[in-house]
Every structure is written in structure tokens, then in C-alpha cells.
T-cell receptor, first 112, second 112 residues
Framework: GAGVSQSPRYKVAKRGRDVALRCDSI?????LYWYRQTLGQGSEVLTY????????KSGRPSGRFSAERPERSVSTLKIQRTEQGDSAVYLC??????????FGDGTRLSIL | GNSVTQMEGPVTLSEEAFLTINCTYT??????LFWYVQYPGEGLQLLLK?????DKGSNKGFEATYRKETTSFHLEKGSVQVSDSAVYFC???????????FGGGTRVLVKP
């Protein structure tokens, strides 16, 4: 069946602009996660949601990161006022209750 | 909080050599432990997991044993192939949570 799909695959944005990254999770998965990956520093969780259409503002202390879930299997990660340090690969993952997480291929974000 | 430490790469090996990637963790209680693999241009994939002490996870010739006494989950493969070239991430989910905590990743390059 279809796996976790992320779009776009690559994103370039100017510093200070807002960006939105999309994730289509696996149908039936309850929990959806967003991770930020930097080789050498590993991946840190940014935000996650376990309910329909729930906005989760947890994660990064600055509060510039948030996620919306307009549909059960769709999530949008929003980064406000991007900074150069936001350049990274952003991974989306979803899981059924008590099951391992399945990851998308990631979106590589570059902030100029 | 929880943390995962794994050996830095890159690790360069010849085909059919023995591979070990060390991983140690810090967590309260009994976390679940995972190894994820990321092949070039692809997203993270679950390689193997272990959910309790002394459990051995295995897949595709890779093995890792959950050692509570040394808080370790070292990944091993007896005879690597060129197709094993990838980045390997050790990770855990704490006993009370569902979010993954990753190590920094270890890049493995297998040469023919």
C-alpha cells in the first residue's frame, strides 16, 4: 500500500519568509510526527498530533514551528520567519497505535 | 531527558567485512530500542527493534541485543555488502512516551 508521502521534496526560501511543508500519512494511522534531521546531530521531534485536525504548537522553544492537520491523514508543518539555521531535512512519520513509525522521504529545506 | 549516543562515522569497510556500530542510551525505565537505516536518496526505514532487556532484534543479516546492564544496543552484521552503504540511526522511545529520540547517525560506506 501507499507509504508516507512528503512534498515538496526540495524547498528553497529566503530568510524571514514563512514556509509550509506537507505530509500525507498512511491511512488509518492515528499519530503523526514531524522531525528535523541534521546528520551528526540526529533527529529531533518538532511536533506531533494524535487527534484529527489538531494544531500542536509544542516542540521548538521559539514557537515558530506549528503543525496543522486539516484531514486525518494530512499534516502541514509551518515554519514562520525562517532563519538560516532552519536549513535541514524535515521528516514526517506516522504510526498506528503501538506500532513502529513509518517515515516519508523528507523535505530538504534550504534557507538563503 | 532521554538521549542516544552512537559512534561517529564515516565507517568505511570492504565487502564481506564485519560491521559494528556502537550505540548507548540514557533513559529512565525500560525504553524500546530501534535501529533505522537511510539509504541514499530515501527516507528512514525501520531496520530492527527490541522492546525489553536481552531481546535481540534482527533483520537483513543485522542484529542488535538490548543490554540493560550496559545501556547499549550495538548493531552488528557479519558480512557486509555494497548495498549496505547507508546512514544508520540508533533510536529509542521512552517507557512513558511515543516520540523517537535519535542518535546522530553513522554513515557506512562499503567498498567492493
Amino acid at each position: 500500500g501507499a507509504g508516507v508521502s512528503q512534498s515538496p521534496r526540495y524547498k528553497v526560501a529566503k530568510r524571514g519568509r514563512d514556509v509550509a511543508l506537507r505530509c500525507d500519512s498512511i491511512s488509518g494511522h492515528v499519530t503523526l510526527y514531524w522531525y528535523r534531521q541534521t546528520l551528526g546531530q540526529g533527529s529531533e521531534v518538532l511536533t506531533y498530533s494524535q487527534s484529527d485536525a489538531q494544531r500542536d504548537k509544542s516542540g521548538r522553544p521559539s514557537g515558530r514551528f506549528s503543525a496543522e492537520r486539516p484531514e486525518r491523514s494530512v499534516s502541514t508543518l509551518k515554519i514562520q520567519r525562517t532563519e538560516q539555521g532552519d536549513s535541514a531535512v524535515y521528516l514526517c512519520a506516522s504510526s498506528a497505535t503501538g506500532q513502529p513509525q513509518h517515515f516519508g522521504d523528507g523535505t530538504r529545506l534550504s534557507i538563503l | 531527558g532521554n538521549s542516544v549516543t552512537q559512534m561517529e562515522g564515516p565507517v568505511t569497510l570492504s565487502e564481506e567485512a564485519f560491521l559494528t556500530i556502537n550505540c548507548t542510551y540514557t533513559a529512565t525505565g525500560y525504553p524500546s530500542l530501534f535501529w533505522y537505516v537511510q539509504y541514499p536518496g530515501e527516507g528512514l526505514q525501520l531496520l530492527l527493534k527490541a522492546t525489553k532487556a536481552d531481546d535481540k532484534g534482527s533483520n537483513k543479516g543485522f542484529e542488535a541485543t538490548y543490554r540493560k546492564e550496559t545501556t547499549s544496543f550495538h548493531l552488528e552484521k557479519g558480512s557486509v555488502q555494497v548495498s549496505d552503504s547507508a546512514v544508520y540511526f540508533c533510536a529509542l522511545i521512552g517507557a512513558a512516551g511515543n516520540k523517537l529520540t535519535f542518535g546522530g547517525g553513522t554513515r557506512v560506506l562499503v567498498k567492493p
